[in-house]
């Protein structure tokens, strides 16, 4: 995906995600609707287009009975992102999705953990490019930092993510 017009710039802000992201995780939980076999079809789909990469269900280790949940059931879907794919779904997402939200200013600094890991939620998929199936579902970004003994705050506005 070429989003910055020159070459050599975005070789530069390529090297910089690589320096400053260990890897970003999405991920979504789906328990409430496990019995719903389409449903957990349509997400794993779902993930699998947005992020290019074949994602992985998270199994309930525990049966707890308030929850009526049983060891074995689905309680969520995640993919790990690393390296090129990386790469080109932060450029998805600062460039072309982010932007898409409605009156978006910028993510709060409150939101980065004490090991400088970024985590946001987006409601809705459809704000994704390109995505045109009917499905209402709400996923979870971790965007994690590889551990550098430098301000945070600074490494994420170094790779131009929207921080307040």
């Avoid at 779904?89 to 993510?107: H, N, S, T």
């Avoid at 979870?140 to 490494?155: C, E, G, Q, R, W």
Wanted: glycine share 4%; aromatic share 14%.
């Amino acid at each position: 995906m070429k989003i910055i017009e020159n070459i050599f710039d975005e070789k530069l802000f390529e090297n910089n995600i690589k320096s400053c992201l260990e890897k970003i995780i999405i991920h979504t939980g789906v328990a409430k609707q496990n019995k719903d076999k389409n449903f957990i079809k349509n997400v794993f789909e779902s993930i699998k287009y947005i992020t290019g990469q074949k994602p992985t269900f998270s199994k309930i280790k525990k049966s707890i009975s308030n929850f009526k949940s049983k060891i074995g059931e689905i309680a969520g879907i995640y993919t790990t992102l690393r390296k090129n794919q990386m790469i080109e779904f932060y450029k998805k997402l600062v460039f072309v999705v982010i932007p898409k939200i409605k009156e978006f200013k910028g993510f709060k600094s409150s939101s980065i953990d004490r090991f400088g890991n970024f985590h946001f939620g987006i409601e809705n998929i459809s704000v994704f490019p390109d995505f045109f199936k009917d499905i209402k579902i709400g996923f979870n970004i971790s965007i994690i930092t590889k551990n550098l003994k430098t301000n945070y705050l600074n490494i994420l506005k170094k790779i131009e993510f929207p921080i307040e």
